[in-house]
């Protein structure tokens, strides 16, 4: 009985001193990371980052210096992706990354940024999925560095942000004109059978006996804005008068708000509805 005891007490130390060296192990690979860089306050130390980084690609990590919480990235021009973390229109135009969100909420100068790796730009993803898995950042949104996008979902308001800004000569085919090789390539691809709508008339038609939208109406639509701070309603002559006038990114945002017939007021603020015919 006494030496089954023993064997059962030897067991337990045994699995313990494993435990313990394992978790060392593993503290040690993290200790033995050695930053290239650290700047512990980011908005005092601004131009000394966009200097000392400038025509250098490679892994860095913002680290939120009031609760620890950490985001990792790469860039292959890490003094442009830097310039744009200083810049609150591009905070505010991508305040659905979490990052953005805690930059607007916190201030730069409540963050340290660290250079943890100088790597050659085809190396970028490489090593940044290898300092997640090592450092877990809870500020990261997506799953997998190589595929940013995935576990993202983009709001509304993002969306029409991102149709904005490929509109006109923002788009990379504006002023492009394909061949005639090409526009004959893209014709026959979409004959017969092959055109998504082929076949698709009277009953097949997905819009067969659907009434047509109704709320969003036309841009020279007259528009009310009841602005809820300041306790008046405003009448304009277009949906784009009334978004430049609440400064929103697109009118289509009303158009969207009118169409999906919301109640609740846009930004807390404002309510939009189309103007009585009189």
Known sequence: MRQLWLSVVWYLLLLFFCYDFLNSCCLLSLAAIIPI????????????????????SGIYMWTNNINNKKYIGSSQNLRKRFISYFNTNHLLTYSYMNICKALLKHGSSNFSLTIIEYCSPDKCLIREKHYWDLFKPEYNIA??????FSGRQHSDESKI????????ENNPMFGKNNSDDSKKIMSEANKG????????????????????????GKPSQQIEVTDSELNQTTTYNSMSEAGRACNLPSYRIIANYIKN??????????????????
């Open 143 to 148: 799953q997998d560095p190589t595929a940013p």
């Open 161 to 168: 942000i991102m149709s904005e800004a490929n509109k006109g």
């Open 37 to 56: 860089k650290t700047y512990s306050n980011a908005e005092a130390d601004k131009d000394k980052i966009l200097i000392e980084n400038k025509d250098k």
């Open 261 to 278: 017939n919301q109640k609740k007021p846009y930004k807390g603020r404002y309510t939009f509805k189309r103007a009585q015919k009189n």
């Open 193 to 216: 059978e092959k055109n998504p709508m082929f076949g698709k008339t009277g009953k097949n038609h997905p819009m067969h006996g659907k009434p047509r939208p109704s709320g969003a």
